[in-house]
Structure formats: C-alpha cells, structure tokens
C-alpha cells in the first residue's frame, strides 16, 4: 500500500523558515518523480514543486521561486521542502505527493500558518 | 504559466442527471489534462489522465473529453457520493497548474 506521510507543518512568523518532510513507503520511491501541492484554507490547489526521481531536475511555481527548495533522499525514502522567507499567502496544507505530471497518490497534508 | 480556466463556478444538479464541467488551457496542453475530485475534508483523487482514461477504480460514469485546450468532464447520472469539487490540471507545461475548481451540488 503506497504510503505518504508529512511532517514539519505548524505556526512560523513572517520570514521565517520552515522544513516539511514527507516519508514515503509501499512503492519504488527512487523511480518516480514527487512533488509538493498545496491548498490554502478554502481554497483551491497549487502546484508548488517538482522533482526529478534522481533529483536532477526541479521546478517550482513562480511565487515560491527563490524560497522554497525541494529535495529529496532516495536512500531514506523521504521527500522535503525548505521554505524561507515565508508570506502570509504561504499559509495552507502542503500534500506531498507522487507524480510528476499528474498526481497518482496524496499525503493526508500537513497544515502551515504564517503569521505574527 | 498556463491558465487553466474552470466553468460553471458552481453547477446545482439533481441526483441521476448528467453533469458536464468545463476546463479551457490558455494555450494548448495536447492531451496532457487530469479531472480531480475533492470532497470535504478529504484529499483529491485523480478521475481522468491523459484527458479522457479512467483511472483505476473509477465508475464509467465519469468521463473525459477534449484536447488542446477545451476539456470537458461528464459525469453521466449524478450519485449522491459525486457531489465534490472537481478540479481540471494541465501537465504539459511547467508549471503544473489547477483551474479554480468547479462545485457540484445537489439541486
């Protein structure tokens, strides 16, 4: 059974930083691009970034260009997204999910607030 | 980034009619479109790839159509467990972009 676990969500300040993890298990992880997706509260889905199954190829969605990175640790099964310099507009739930282009399988989410 | 645009907002339809969502591409994304739901408190689940295969599990009452940059999704006689947001998603182009989603709810 394909597995997505995330972690790292909760309360950040404007500017600061935060770490999400995603756990992955029930499949090849090493084979398949994953990505981060994230919805704000009542609102509909972004694409946030994507990464390459080798993590040689990532792209991200312009407003988070710069700040977040993407990354990932085949070895650990794992996922992450670095988030610096956060908005208020940074506040949702991120799902970690799988696929590169469209998206097969979805993590519960993890919810992230920006705000002072 | 291409624009994925969503029509109707919101689409009020009774049980066992049929229900067509529309999805339109800024510019052409070929064939490279999936269909979502979401329910409440629920994560999405892919419906259509490819913009027109059923994914696995899904009721052949859902259906895609379309290609270049007019999609459509039909949902042949509403059951009460498709009332959802449904949301079109373009993977031809980075990034990978939504339509706003469309709401169906019952009449």
């Known amino acids: 059974e394909v597995q997505l676990v995330e972690s790292g969500g909760g309360l950040v300040q404007p500017g600061g930083s935060l770490r999400l993890s995603c756990a992955a298990s029930?499949?090849?992880?090493?084979?398949?691009?994953m990505s981060w997706v994230r919805q704000a509260p009542g609102k509909g889905l972004e694409w946030v970034a994507n990464?390459?199954?080798?993590?040689?190829?990532?792209y991200y969605v312009d407003s988070v260009k710069g700040r977040f990175t993407i990354s990932r640790d085949n070895a650990k099964n794992s996922l992450y997204l670095q988030m610096n310099t956060m908005r208020a507009e940074d506040t949702a739930v991120y799902y970690c999910?799988?696929?590169?282009?469209?998206?097969?399988?979805w993590g519960q989410g993890t919810l992230v607030t920006v705000s002072s | 980034e291409v624009v994925m645009t969503q029509s109707p907002a919101t689409l009020s339809v009774s049980p066992g009619e049929r229900a067509t969502l529309s999805c339109r591409a800024s510019q052409s994304v070929s064939s490279d479109l999936a269909w979502y739901q979401q329910k409440p408190g629920q994560v999405p689940r892919v419906l259509i790839y490819g913009a027109s295969t059923r994914a696995t599990g899904i009721p052949a009452r859902f259906g895609g159509s379309g290609s270049g940059t007019e999609f459509t999704l039909t949902i042949s006689s509403l059951q009460s467990e498709d009332f959802a947001v449904y949301y079109c998603q373009q993977y031809n182009n980075w990034p990978r972009t939504f339509g706003q989603g469309t709401k169906v709810e019952i009449k």
């Open positions: 029930g499949f090849t992880f090493n084979i398949y691009w």
């Open positions: 999910v799988r696929g590169g282009w469209y998206v097969d399988y």
């Open positions: 990464i390459k199954h080798d993590g040689s190829e990532r």
